[in-house]
């Protein structure tokens, strides 16, 4: 990996490091190249890779091959070519810088992303891709819960005059409906309307969502009706904000209904997302047999839940007995050679569930999973996390979160949160609330889930005095309060009042 030069960063208490060395003009020069005998070693699936070559290599070849990794996969090789492009005292071309900012920001590695944005910025290398810099650094921050650090792209955007577009506009406003933001979310709607910027079927499920959280459902519904009258085609992504609002106030009858006109139609096949909606759903009314047979459904789509749906799936059939019925779906998995990947994460789920910390060595769970091909990501880690968390195995929780970061994937939101929700489950309220005042301190904004979480978990250590405070601290945060958390807060204030 190389050691990556920053130029000063959005990111505070990192190093501004010292004006890079000059260099031959041959070796600057974007067509210059060079001979040498090398082992070529750029991506592992690379048709050339592997064998020892001797040719001239260009810097565009070098190009092609860093967006070539970052498309397959190989971001470290990309960083390793990288490397090598630095050490000859030249950079790569615009298209491959960013490209590279947008995989690492997808992954979850802003650090090194900002500090490559710094590098574009520091040498004017960002060609015409500007915003697309800009947008991949907001959106790098935003999936980690770092507002803050987002805010301050926004308000570089502003001094350097570079306008936001449509996308940057839809990456604000899926964070803040996600984070429970209710101002924000419409501050980002009207923006766009003033803007001229078309309110597509992402927008509208967003709206759609918006509503819902806040318990407007019947208005969110509504909100079909103004999209049949305008014209907009209605797609998967509308269908299934649909399918998520009755599913999220019980009414599953109709969410079905739903599911059964996308599958009728030719252009409106239920995606993943569909299907995790349906079986969460149905998972949290206690309508197990048919999250069950949704599952197989699914399967025979050719599609495989999020593995956190799988976890809330087994946990409830685990409490019913129903291992039987684990074992006949998991079966049908195993025997997909194409999801080899897929059946180790769902067999070490079923080990953690279902023999109730069977693993509880995490280092030879994670082990067993590279063992068989799983490549260790932030979502890996979070799953587990979350199956140890489920189970209230606190200890195991915490040292998925030192694993991941021993294998420098940096932490995020999502896992801050499943921390705060193992504790709550393990009755330790004071160990969530000490991982809140952690998730402050480190830059993260709370979300919605945050809050909630930590609510729950005072609420399950009967410490029912504390939760009004949560979700005061939450309001003030500027996070809309959705069901879940105005309900702990309703049967909070019902076991104070009898208390008087």
Known sequence: MMSLRTYGSLIPGVPISPSPKTISPTLNNYSSRYSRRRLVNGCSNHPVSRQIVTEELSISMYNRWIRYCCRTGGIDEAMSLLAELDSLGSHPDPLSYVTLIETLSALGRTLEADALFQEVIRFGLHGSYPL???????????????LELALRVLDHMQVENVDKNQETCEILLNYYVSAGRLEESWRVVNEMKKRKFPLTSFVYGKIIRIYRDNGMWKKALGIVEEISEIGLVMDV?????????????????????????????????????????LIRWHCHHGAVDKALELFTMMQDQGLYPDPRMFVKL??????KGSWTMISKSFESIKCKEDRRDTSAIYAALVEIIGQF????????LVGKLKSEGV??????????????????????TVKVLKMMEKEGTEPNLIMLNVLINAFGNAGKHM?????????????????????????????????YEKVPDIFREMEASGCSADRKARQLLQNALMVLDKRH
């Open 237 to 277: 992504e509308i269908y299934n904000s649909i399918i998520d609002t009755f599913g999220k106030y019980g009414e599953l009858d109709d969410a079905l209904q739903v599911l059964r006109k996308m599958q009728r139609s030719n252009d409106l096949k239920p995606n993943i997302s569909t299907w995790n909606s």
């Open 431 to 463: 160990e969530a609330l000490s991982i809140y005042h952690h998730i402050k301190e480190s830059g993260f904004t709370p979300d919605v889930v945050t809050y909630s979480t930590l609510m729950k978990a005072f609420t399950r250590a009967k410490k």
């Open 132 to 146: 697309r810099f800009y947008n991949a650094l907001l959106g790098g921050y935003l999936r980690k819960g770092k």
């Open 357 to 364: 910390g069977s693993f509880q060595d995490v280092e030879e």
């Open 314 to 319: 087994i946990t409830l059939l685990g409490e």
């Open 375 to 396: 490549a260790p990501s932030a979502n890996m880690f979070c799953t587990l996390a979350n199956a140890y968390a489920q189970q209230g195995l606190c200890k195991q």
